[in-house]
């Protein structure tokens, strides 16, 4: 028989191992796998959306880039009107030229290859007809690189402006975007989906000021339009260097015309 302690407690009885069943150790999942392997994955996420951000200052969202001309114009003048002008000039572009420009320039600085940079500098500027679009465009490029450079003290960046300065090339949005998206360690599919959105965003903020739109048909209108970008993204990667543009004379000459406009809300 079994004892009792002088206490009136009851022994402990010894449990024994089931035999044949032995305890698998604990596996991390994808989520364990560090909370410094995980940021340092994904920072370039932040600093895309500050890039991107109206805060931050690039004076994009100083311009409205024609469709203060058009308005001028009575072309757009409703909710209605800009969805079209949305869907029928500003996709397009992107998915023609912006978004092209930009995958090839982030191919171009992996090694880097300068000339290769300097030519699709060159043709960015070229495909804008009107002055004020090209110079719209050469103070955001700019404005975007000498940001990385001086924030970020990012070395591509500073030689970026060396060569530019050397060889005066214009600058390029599509390609301090794609600047950017080296210096951050950004996959290409999300430079262009921060160029796409940083475009479209600009846009409707520009329309929320010179139509009676409000936030929710201005959102509207972006989620719509974004739900395009995934296969824009596709095919502007496999855009040949030497097919890479798109005209609108619509947009072009309203851009000229706001040139020289009685009043205006932006610098284009």
């Known amino acids: 028989m079994t004892s009792v302690r002088a206490t009136g407690t009851e022994p402990r009885r010894r449990r024994r191992k089931p035999v044949g069943r032995t305890r698998e150790p604990a596996t991390p999942g994808p989520a364990s796998s560090g909370p410094g392997e995980t940021s340092a994955s994904f920072a370039w996420i932040c600093g895309l959306l500050q890039a991107g951000d109206s805060f931050y200052p690039t004076g994009s969202y100083a311009h409205s880039f024609g469709l203060e001309g058009l308005a001028q114009e009575g072309v757009v003048h409703d909710r209605a009107t800009l969805r079209t002008f949305l ?3 500003v ?8 978004l092209p420009l930009a995958a090839h ?5 992996e090694q880097p290859d300068w000339n290769r940079v300097g030519e699709i500098c060159r043709l960015s500027s070229a495909l804008k007809t009107a002055r ?5 465009a050469e103070n955001i490029g700019r404005q975007r690189a000498e940001l990385l450079a001086g924030l970020r003290l990012d070395s591509r960046a500073q030689e970026y402006l060396r060569h530019a300065a050397k060889e005066n090339w214009p600058f390029s949005p599509s390609v301090s975007a794609a600047l950017e998206g080296r210096g951050l ?11 796409a959105y ?12 010179l139509l009676r739109l409000g936030q929710n048909g201005s959102q509207s209108l972006l989620t719509e339009a ?4 995934p296969a824009m993204i596709t095919a502007a990667q496999a855009v040949p260097f030497e097919d890479i543009g798109w005209f609108n004379p619509w947009l ?17």
């Open 226 to 229: 974004l739900s395009a970008v």
């Open 91 to 98: 996709l397009p572009a992107l998915r023609h030229v912006d």
């Open 105 to 109: 320039a982030w191919r171009a600085l």
């Open 132 to 136: 004020e679009a090209r110079a719209a």
């Open 185 to 195: 360690g950004a996959p290409l599919e999300a430079v262009l989906a921060a160029v």
């Open 87 to 89: 869907l029928l000039s």
């Open 252 to 268: 072009d000459i309203a851009a000229a015309r706001h040139e020289t406009a009685d009043g205006r809300l932006f610098i284009s």
């Open 198 to 209: 940083a475009a479209l965003a600009s846009l409707l903020s520009a329309a929320m000021k």
